[in-house]
């Protein structure tokens, strides 16, 4: 079994920040990509931004020059770096992770989502 855990939601004022964390565990032979993901109530989840083992980065157009994705892959750790932060930035912040249990087996894995709330 594998577990995501987040950490660092919270609330934020307009123009504020915040860095958001999430630490995979269990059991694990690799992780060959993490990202995060968010969803606004009435509103389907999408994505904000996601990152390789290797370090290739894919964000939304609409959040680029706002938010930085990075990775630890020591500590199998993703990272999002959330800057300039908008009351439409508010949701609920899912991490993901493709990890591989073994050589030949992979599965996606969603922590429980942290929330983002920025006020006016």
């Known amino acids: 079994q594998v577990r995501l855990v987040e950490s660092g939601g919270g609330l934020v004022q307009a123009g504020g920040s915040l860095r958001l964390s999430c630490a995979a565990s269990?059991?694990?032979?690799?992780?060959?990509?993490m990202g995060w993901y968010r969803q606004a109530p009435g509103k389907q989840r999408e994505l904000v931004a996601t990152?390789?083992?290797?370090?290739?980065?894919n964000y939304a157009d609409s959040l680029k020059g706002r938010f930085t994705i990075s990775r630890d892959n020591a500590k199998n750790t993703v990272y999002l770096q959330m800057n300039s932060l908008k009351p439409e930035d508010t949701a609920v912040y899912y991490c993901n992770a493709y990890v591989l249990r073994t050589w030949y087996l992979g599965d996606d894995y969603w922590g429980q989502g942290t929330q983002v709330t920025v006020s006016s």
């Open positions: 269990g059991s694990i032979f690799r992780i060959n990509a």
């Open positions: 990152i390789t083992s290797d370090g290739s980065t």
